[in-house]
């Protein structure tokens, strides 16, 4: 990806989360047909909160959401720090919960994917351009940190 793309994209992401935050989602909550959560992840080297807005698809009382990056040969870095720390806030709407996170096993990714694909079919293209399987990771909603 270049500089000047991921600069745009970055910015475009930061802002979505403050609006999304002020209008408790009401507007950025929905990129097309799909809702829109934000993940707050720790960052593994740094420490400091960190908040990313992604698609998600509820799945038997879990949350699926895509580590694509735009089909870029790295994971995201939202992905990487769950590496180090699975626990997340997450937030829809207005409401915010924490949840642990956790890549889904192949066969979970395998019954999710078209699921996926049906909700963002452009994660078919990103798939298509990389090497690594995009990962699948699964949100479960716990009450403590």
């Known amino acids: 990806m270049s500089s000047l793309r991921a600069r745009l994209i970055s910015a475009i992401s930061h802002a979505n989360v403050h609006v999304y935050r002020w209008s408790n989602g009401r507007v950025g909550g929905r990129f097309g047909k799909a809702p829109v959560l ?3 992840t720790r960052g593994r080297r740094s420490g400091a909160s960190r908040t990313t807005p992604l698609l ?9 959401v895509v580590a694509s990056n735009g089909g870029s040969l790295r994971h995201p870095a939202w992905y990487l720090n769950l590496s180090a720390e699975p626990r997340v806030e997450v937030q829809i709407r207005s409401a915010r919960f924490h949840a642990k996170a956790r890549t889904a096993r192949p066969e979970e990714r395998e ?8 909700m963002y079919r452009p994660y078919a293209s990103y798939q298509a351009r990389t ?4 990962p699948v990771v699964l949100l479960t909603r716990h009450d403590a940190r």
Do not use: K, N
């Not at 090497?131 to 995009?134: F, K």
């Open 131 to 134: 090497p690594r399987e995009i």
């Open 38 to 40: 934000l993940l707050t």
């Open 56 to 64: 998600f698809l509820p799945d038997d009382g879990e949350l699926a």
């Open 111 to 118: 019954r999710i994917w078209p699921r996926l694909l049906e």
